[in-house]
């Protein structure tokens, strides 16, 4: 049974992954911070393992109590939201937090094996967008997504708030840092590779070429400079979603959302 215990040194050591702001130091301890109890019911039906949680007052006996029932013998700090706020630097919109254990990647081998759409993100550090990207991935019909060395983590609390959860919804994995190997890797596993980058040479995203590819990774880059040269190169084609009225690009997020609906297996 989880063991409740009232917040009352803002300063605690066993308070520690609420309160530190880089989540790099996070990520080398071996953990991540899900926020809001929509995500902590997902990360834990995925099998993340909590390791405490953090809980405004009013919630323990409301929206949290289903979870705290479900996480064993761990403590659940709780206390009022100004608390909360002051403990972690921003304002809990929800009233729940959880620490809770990364799991080790699913092998890349695995993953090219049993896939048939793939999205690779290379070098895109924007949180809000990567978490973005992991939702429309899952839910259009996309089996897995490979990140550069280059990219953020998609474990970082924003890019899980954002996703939903759909982070533990969909395997994911780090492919490299070096292009155009990480794209040899993907033609070699039997994958057409599309790029999704503004050239005199694209085809649009409703191509045969490329809807009806059997195996089929799609490839994004960051926003401003978007795909490296070599990147682009090195792909079978380079995509485009058709635009009107003079805009000549859509958001990275949003334009992985068009792509991703046009190209899913639904």
């Known amino acids: 049974m989880a063991v409740l215990r009232e917040i009352s040194d803002l300063r605690a050591a066993e308070l520690s992954p609420y309160t530190d702001t880089s989540e790099l130091n996070l990520l080398r301890e071996g953990l991540f ?20 949680l953090l809980v405004e007052d009013k919630y323990v006996t409301g929206q949290a109590a289903d979870i705290i029932a479900r996480v064993g013998d761990i403590p659940v700090f709780h206390g009022n939201s100004a608390a909360l706020s002051e403990l972690t630097g921003y304002k809990l919109t929800q009233g729940v937090l959880a620490a809770m254990k990364r799991a080790p990647l699913p092998d890349i081998g695995n993953i090219l094996r049993d896939s048939h759409r793939i999205v690779l993100l290379e070098n895109i550090m924007n949180q809000t967008n990567t978490g973005a990207i992991f939702r429309s991935a899952a839910a259009l019909g996309f089996d897995a997504v490979l990140l550069t060395d280059g990219c953020s983590d998609p474990l970082f609390r924003r890019s899980v708030r954002v996703s939903m959860g759909s982070v533990f919804l969909i395997p994911w994995a780090r492919i490299g840092s070096a292009s155009p190997d990480y794209i040899r890797t993907l033609r070699e596993a039997g994958f057409v590779t599309a790029a999704m980058a503004l050239r005199s040479d694209n085809i649009t995203i409703s191509d045969p070429r490329v809807t009806e590819a059997e195996r089929l990774a799609v490839v994004l880059g960051t926003e401003g400079d978007g795909l490296l040269s070599s990147t682009i190169e090195e792909c079978d084609y380079t995509i485009k979603i058709p635009m009107s009225h003079g805009v000549d690009s859509l958001n990275v997020a949003a334009a992985s959302a068009v792509a991703f609906w046009q190209l899913g297996r639904h």
């Open 33 to 52: 911070v899900a926020e809001s109890p929509k995500v902590i019911r997902t990360a834990l039906d995925a099998g993340a393992e909590a390791v405490s």
